[in-house]
């Protein structure tokens, strides 16, 4: 029963370790560490670099423009020039079911999940956003709508989950 009990526990903390994915992260996913971007995917997801190994970070609490939205291109070019080829920090929450990291992103001390939404190329997820800082990134949000910076200088601008929930309806019919 004790063999029983180490064995499922060895399992559990290999999961806790590697997260519930099937390939291991060079480095343990609660530990931040240092990662140079190689691209930017699109506005909410990058490829990185470290440890001689390649990367999928996708940017934890916030939601950017899907392709095919309006202001996507713009979105993926912001996050471009914010950090491509540049030495990031990468402070990882967890893994999602693409096996991408999901990652609060500092360059040069400001974090960039942060400044997509501050620039306005970036919603505050509802669903995933919910530690304290999320509030002053949905104050931002907020400042940025009424400012008409970005994608808020579309009054009719949709939410990717929404624009996402109206491509599958449209292709339905």
């Not at 559990?12 to 990662?35: H, K, M, N, R």
């Not at 940017?59 to 030495?87: M, N, Y």
């Amino acid at each position: 029963m004790l063999f029983l009990s180490l064995r499922y526990l060895g399992v559990l903390l290999s999961f806790l370790w590697f997260g519930y994915s099937t390939s291991a992260c060079a480095v343990a996913i609660e530990q931040p560490y240092d990662a140079r971007v190689s691209r930017s995917i699109d506005g909410d997801s990058l490829a990185i670099e470290t440890r001689g190994k390649t990367y999928q970070v996708r940017l934890w609490g916030i939601d950017a423009p899907e392709w095919g939205q309006p202001f996507s291109v713009e979105a993926r070019e912001v996050s471009r020039k914010l950090v491509k080829g540049r030495k990031v920090i990468i402070r990882p929450q967890y893994r999602d079911r693409y096996d991408r990291i999901v990652a609060i992103v500092e360059v040069n001390g400001q974090l960039l999940n942060e400044e997509m939404v501050r620039r306005g190329m970036a919603w505050v997820s509802n669903r995933y956003c919910n530690e304290d800082i999320c509030n002053d990134w949905r104050d931002f949000e907020k400042t940025a709508r009424q400012d008409g910076t970005g994608l808020w200088a579309d009054d009719d601008a949709v939410a990717p989950w929404e624009w996402k929930k109206l491509q599958k309806h449209q292709k339905r019919y």
